[in-house]
């Protein structure tokens, strides 16, 4: 079954960071550039971000992710550079359009903020099992149902992909056309999808008879069968990133009854 | 008479593993169980036989035509395919719709559709559940409802994945009636199945299935005497079979009535 996290176990540093730690790292990520109101902490932030998904040998998997968010960009780049109110300053004339500076500014402002949420989340996403975040939450207070939501979704969407694959050979074996013109495939969508629905109302029904069983809302303390071995640094990270944030925060909330 | 052929068949889903490796075989209209331990590759081969897979190599041919120039739907016509698990087919809101959609993609008008629905249904004791939702009903009919539905659209072959799973004795027994008499009507009925009990007592013809080729072929009692060889492919002989070898019989016995008629004539 092919998955759908974009997990890799490498063994690197960050794999053996807890899934709060790293957590906590988008959280800082995001908000001391925003509290400080400086693009060059954004930049350092990916800089350490690309440094770090590098050591951990994941950077590669972060090039599909790029090249999708690069597509959105590159138009953002593209219209403010063109068209954006205010634009005064012509920095790359190409005849009949010309790119303007304010623009080009405003729109590296933009791709900054997204390239730091992409790589920073990259860093927990490519390092952590969905199961070990989901535990982690679990572990300090997190509704196990809403978790069991969450990691349940990593096995049925592939589940159900597989699935379909099997309803469409089945309903072609009835001899259906599920390829050709749109009409076509509208025509086979109804016998496509209500199979995968009933399936799927029928499997959800019969796992959660198999957790109640199995005791999934006793009252009693869980234990966890995953026991996370945290990297030693995990902890001194933390706290460091924590009294970073709150730090900044605090500058922020100085400047401004200041 | 209606036959496949299967000329040096090679199947592969990833290059370098091979499901599939040379496979030539004649099926007629001998009732064939094909038997073997999980991922022998028995699943892969119905699949190519019905053409939601082609081949890498080799040709399946159908009463001497190439099925590789037809599309599935259009096979539809020839060969039925009856999947392991039934909902996986299952989406209109009467038994008696789902029965009839098969016969209506096939080109049959809705009176006639409606004439061989009731038919099959009757075959696979569904009469009287025309009316009813299919998931209003339990699993095992739920699995009469998929056979009643390729049934219906009167193919030459008929092809049965794992037909005895969910079926009590009274279901098992209502599926063999239901081979013979498409045996009957000489079509070819091909099974894929784990229960040895139940080849013994329908089958004219197993083939052994192990690694991606044919391990063993021929009429049931002759391949079920192989016992090294069923071994090696992880199965195991008929019950009624291994009592009476622990019992010291020589004689293959596929199942009571063999042994009963062969005490009778003995005493």
């Known amino acids: 079954m092919k998955s759908l996290s974009l997990y890799e176990d490498k063994q690197s540093f960050l794999n053996g960071l807890t899934p709060g730690c790293k957590a906590f790292y988008i959280i800082a990520a995001l908000v001391i550039p925003a509290m400080l109101g400086n693009k060059l902490i954004s930049i350092g932030f990916i800089v350490l971000s690309i440094l770090l998904l590098t050591q951990s040998k994941v950077i590669r998997r972060t090039l599909p992710i790029l090249a999708v968010s690069g597509f959105v960009l590159i138009t953002v780049i593209i219209i403010q550079g063109l068209f954006r109110a205010g634009n005064e300053t012509v920095v790359l004339d190409l005849g009949p359009v010309a790119f303007y500076k304010e623009g080009l500014i405003f729109a590296a402002d933009i791709a900054i903020n997204v390239l730091n949420i992409i790589f920073a989340f990259c860093v927990l996403v490519l390092t952590t099992k969905p199961s070990d975040i989901i535990e982690s939450m679990v572990s300090r207070g997190f509704s196990p149902r809403i978790g069991y939501v969450f990691v349940s979704l990593f096995q049925l969407i592939p589940q159900m992909t597989e699935r379909m694959s099997t309803i469409t050979d089945a309903q072609r074996s009835r001899g259906m056309e599920t390829e050709g013109s749109l009409l076509i495939r509208m025509k086979a969508f109804i016998p496509l999808i209500s199979p995968v629905i009933m399936s799927s109302f029928i499997d959800t029904k019969e796992r959660a008879i198999a957790l109640e069983v199995r005791g999934f809302n006793s009252k009693e303390k869980k234990s966890f069968l995953n026991v996370f071995h945290a990297n030693a640094a995990s902890r001194p990270i933390y706290w460091i990133l924590l009294i970073a944030t709150v730090a900044s925060v605090v500058w922020k909330l100085v400047m401004m009854f200041a | 008479m209606n036959t496949i052929e299967i000329k040096n068949l090679h199947f592969s889903y990833n290059a370098g593993e091979e499901i599939l490796k040379g496979l030539n075989l004649t099926i007629d209209e001998r009732s064939t169980a094909i038997i073997g331990q999980n991922g022998a590759g028995k699943t892969t081969f119905v699949k190519l036989l ?218």
Request: charged fraction near 30%; include cysteine.
């Open chain 2, 50 to 267: 019905k053409g939601l897979l082609r081949p890498t190599e080799g040709q399946i041919l159908f009463n001497g035509q190439d099925i590789s120039k037809q599309t599935v739907a259009t096979l539809a016509k020839d060969i039925g395919l009856i999947f392991q698990n039934p909902n996986d087919q299952i989406f209109k809101n009467t038994v008696l719709d789902e029965v009839m959609f098969g016969p209506m993609q096939i080109g049959m008008s809705k009176d006639k559709a409606k004439e061989v629905a009731l038919k099959a249904l009757d075959m696979v004791g569904l009469k009287g559940t025309e009316k009813i939702n299919p998931y209003d009903l339990g699993l095992s009919e739920r699995k009469m409802v998929s056979i009643a539905a390729i049934v219906a659209m009167d193919t030459k072959v008929v092809i049965f994945d794992e037909p005895t799973i969910a079926q009590d004795y009274m279901g098992k027994k209502r599926i063999q009636a239901i081979m013979k008499e498409l045996q009957r009507q000489h079509k070819i009925v091909i099974s894929i199945l784990h229960d040895m009990d139940f080849v013994a007592e329908t089958f004219d013809r197993a083939i052994v299935f192990a690694k991606g080729d044919a391990l063993l072929d021929g009429d049931v009692k002759s391949v079920f005497k192989e016992k090294d060889i069923l071994e090696k492919a992880y199965l195991e002989q008929p019950y009624t079979m291994q009592l009476c070898y622990e019992l010291g019989y020589k004689e293959a016995f596929l199942n009571p009535e063999d042994f009963v008629a062969y005490k009778k004539a003995n005493q």
